[in-house]
């Protein structure tokens, strides 16, 4: 703060301070202001917080509100070498099968000399799927270059080097398995491969197969299915099952309603409309304090005047409390307090779920089809009600910034303007203190003179 370079010389005021006292009471429409701006910065961090929740409140009621989310279904088997995955249009359902084979991919060797002689001085060599379809691959120089062209042809076949007692192989493996995906050497280009015309030698090491399962084994109406892979995708409609090692003994896989899953879909919903709840309650309650005089102060909370959050509050609690068809969410395991307040109760959600899901359902969709509506009016992005009030919050928290900013001008240009006065004032006290003694002096010889 400034301080004048005559503060009190000549009148032996403490202008200084007397400007600042003067600055103190004129700034206070300013302090007011900053105060206020404080308190509604305070509002809208917390409004943008409630807003965040009523909008994951949104998300979990209107998932809870979705038919296909109560479709959600689980597998189980009795082997640990199936495993079963289910997706939407999975049904309820038990199948029973052996897995006599699963998929593999050719393994195959060759002699690096037996196919040069094989090749006859040809240039490159042809891989040939069952299918027809046919991959070139250049020679080259030497093994190496063989197994690096086979390699990169994009015949999905790898190809390795392997010297063993001064003699050297190739190594060739599927890079993908079934029965479609074996694969033949031939000598020249795949023009040259004509009908009848013997493959290059190769030894196998493994064949490449089809997985196989057999539906029903023992029975009648036993069936054999396929796959090039160790995944039946169209088996059991929405249900992927996937095999790893050969059963015997049959396999049985069960498919039911995954009642953790929807357990979890009407608790999770419980709980968001907790969490809202919750949080206007604690940022309305008001506090009580002491002060330094002994006195007790009741302060209210920042939503304590805010009735956009009271209408909030009451609006989801008669979506979540009112009955369905006349038939009350107690009786799902959705539990109203006295206070309010929402509890889930599992073990009754559960036993109801047992007893009746379509009832179950019913109940706990419709209440979150309408907490899906209170919550979207609520939080929209665009123009939800509370992101309308945050936006008009902050509004008017940009408009005092730029009236504090005025006042710090109008206050600056205050302080000079006394400073100026008080410092004019300490110049003509100056003047007529000289003045005075000046007269004195002029007085003080008449006297003499006269004497």
Do not use: C, H
Request: charged share 15%; aromatic share 4%.
């Amino acid at each position: 703060m400034a301080t004048l370079g005559i503060d009190g010389l000549v009148s032996g005021l403490d202008t200084t301070s007397l400007i600042n006292q003067l600055m103190q009471v004129e700034s206070g429409p300013q302090t007011l202001l900053k105060t206020k701006q404080t308190a509604t910065t305070s509002l809208v961090t917390a409004l943008q917080a409630l807003n965040t929740k009523v909008s994951s409140l949104g998300d979990a009621a209107t998932k809870a509100a979705t038919a296909s989310s109560w479709q959600v279904t689980k597998a189980t088997s009795s082997a640990t070498s199936v495993t079963a995955t289910t997706s939407a249009g999975a049904s309820a359902a038990a199948l029973s099968f052996t897995v006599d084979k699963v998929a593999t991919s050719q393994v195959s060797l060759a002699s690096y000399d037996d196919l040069v002689a094989g090749l006859g001085g040809a240039p490159t060599l042809t891989l040939r799927r069952p299918d027809g379809t046919t991959t070139e691959v250049a020679v080259g120089s030497s093994a190496a270059d063989l197994a690096t062209n086979i390699t990169a042809s994009g015949a999905g076949v790898s190809a390795a080097v392997v010297t063993a007692n001064g003699t050297t192989r190739l190594q060739l493996t599927g890079k993908t398995p079934g029965e479609a995906n074996a694969f033949e050497l031939y000598a020249g280009k795949a023009a040259d491969v004509v009908a009848g015309q013997p493959a290059l030698a190769t030894t196998s090491l493994r064949a490449a197969g089809d997985a196989a399962i057999t539906l029903w084994a023992g029975t009648a109406g036993a069936q054999q299915v396929t796959s090039s892979t160790n995944t039946f995708a169209d088996v059991l409609a929405g249900v992927s099952i996937s095999v790893s090692a050969v059963e015997a003994t049959p396999v049985t896989l069960n498919v039911a309603r995954d009642t953790a899953a929807v357990t979890s879909l009407a608790s999770g919903l419980v709980g968001s409309l907790g969490v809202v709840l919750s949080e206007i309650t604690s940022r309305t309650t008001a506090t009580t304090t002491t002060d330094t005089d002994g006195r007790t102060v009741v302060s209210g909370g920042l939503f304590a005047g805010e009735s956009s959050t009271r209408d909030l509050q009451q609006r989801l609690q008669q979506a979540a409390s009112y009955p369905v068809d006349g038939i009350s969410p107690s009786t799902v395991g959705i539990v109203v307090g006295r206070d309010g307040t929402f509890t889930f109760d599992q073990t009754a959600f559960e036993a109801a779920l047992a007893a009746d899901p379509a009832k179950v359902q019913k109940v706990v969709s419709g209440l979150a089809q309408r907490v899906a509506d209170v919550a979207t009016r609520t939080s929209d992005k665009v123009d939800g009600s509370l992101t309308l009030q945050i936006a008009g919050q902050q509004t008017l928290v940009s408009d005092m910034g730029d009236q504090i900013a005025s006042w710090d001008v109008r206050l600056a240009l205050r302080r000079e303007s006394l400073q100026r006065t008080y410092s004019a004032l300490e110049v003509t006290l100056s003047g007529l203190q000289s003045q005075s003694s000046w007269l004195s002096g002029q007085l003080a010889s008449l006297s003499t003179s006269s004497s």
